[in-house]
């Protein structure tokens, strides 16, 4: 099992910046695909941005250009770092992780982005 644990969520007023960070258990973290989705209330879960083992990276059209995802293996973490916000970013952002197969989440950090 695989435990994901997310910190750096809050509130900011639109074109602020925010960084996530996300820490994974395993010690295999270098082989997993990372990314983060974000579902905001009463819609799906949709994909932000995901870096794959090989440092591939696809983002969501919305965020292309102001999101930025980054990974560090030494510490088992990836950062999401967010830039010029807008209100329409607000949401419950979650860590994912993904290898042969298996799926991990993390328990999700709140970003708000209201003035």
């Known amino acids: 099992q695989v435990q994901l644990v997310e910190s750096g969520g809050g509130s900011v007023q639109p074109g602020g910046s925010l960084a996530l960070s996300c820490v994974a258990s395993d010690t295999t973290f270098s082989l997993w695909s990372m990314g983060w989705f974000r579902q905001a209330p009463g819609k799906q879960r949709d994909l932000v941005a995901r870096m794959t083992a090989g440092g591939m990276t696809n983002y969501a059209d919305s965020v292309k250009g102001r999101f930025t995802i980054s990974r560090d293996n030494a510490r088992n973490t990836v950062y999401l770092y967010m830039n010029s916000l807008h209100s329409e970013d607000t949401a419950v952002y979650y860590c994912?992780?993904?290898?042969?197969?298996?799926?991990?989440w993390g328990q999700g950090t709140q970003v708000t982005v209201s003035s």
């Open positions: 994912h992780a993904h290898n042969s197969g298996l799926d991990y």
